[in-house]
């Protein structure tokens, strides 16, 4: 019985974790009122994933050791679902994915770190990430006023995800 399930595939399918990283000092109480400033990525096969922006118009997506995010400290590591995707396939689909994140078009409020995060999650899994992960990009009117120029404005569609909407004439 047990030489037969050696064989076989794990049914259940490969976990997904997102790595939920502490931006800030304050993360340390604000994170009991369901609040933070977080970085987060997304760990499948041993690998983490994560989105950053840049100038370039290049993928913004990294590939990185788990748990190791530019000396973050960790805040907590959550199990999202499980990906019924091959190795081999999930790199492929990341590879695609990330080609709808350029590092150009990231926003610290409409599309950062943990939108990509969860729209990996969702991809993989079907299942979103916990809400507190992203919860104050989310509430951005409430500080607006606060920020930068230019930060609170949406960022442009990447040419990428456009052309791909955009049905061929053949």
């Known amino acids: 019985m047990l ?3 050696m064989g076989r595939k794990n049914k259940a399918g490969t976990p997904v974790y997102i790595n939920v990283y502490d931006l800030m000092p304050i993360n340390r109480y ?3 009122f369901g609040l933070g400033f977080y970085h987060s990525g997304v760990q499948v096969y ?7 922006g840049s100038d370039s118009s290049k993928p913004g997506v990294v590939k990185l050791e788990p748990k ?3 000396g973050l400290q960790v805040r907590k590591s959550v199990l999202i679902g499980r990906t ?9 689909f990341i590879k695609t994915l990330a080609r709808e994140y350029p590092g150009n078009s990231y926003n610290i409020i409409f599309r950062n770190c943990n939108h990509f995060a969860n729209d990996t999650c969702k991809r993989l899994t079907k299942k979103s990430i916990p809400g507190w992960v992203n919860r104050l ?3 951005n009117f409430l500080y607006a006023c606060l920020l930068p120029d230019g930060w609170n404005e949406i960022p442009p569609r990447p040419a990428v995800a456009a052309a791909a909407l955009t049905p061929s004439r053949t």
């Open 137 to 139: 990009a989310r509430l």
């Open 3 to 5: 030489c037969g399930m």
């Open 30 to 32: 604000a994170y009991w």
């Open 46 to 52: 041993g690998v983490e994933y994560a989105f950053g």
């Open 84 to 92: 019924e995707m091959s190795e081999e396939e999930c790199q492929k």
């Open 68 to 70: 190791h995010f530019q």
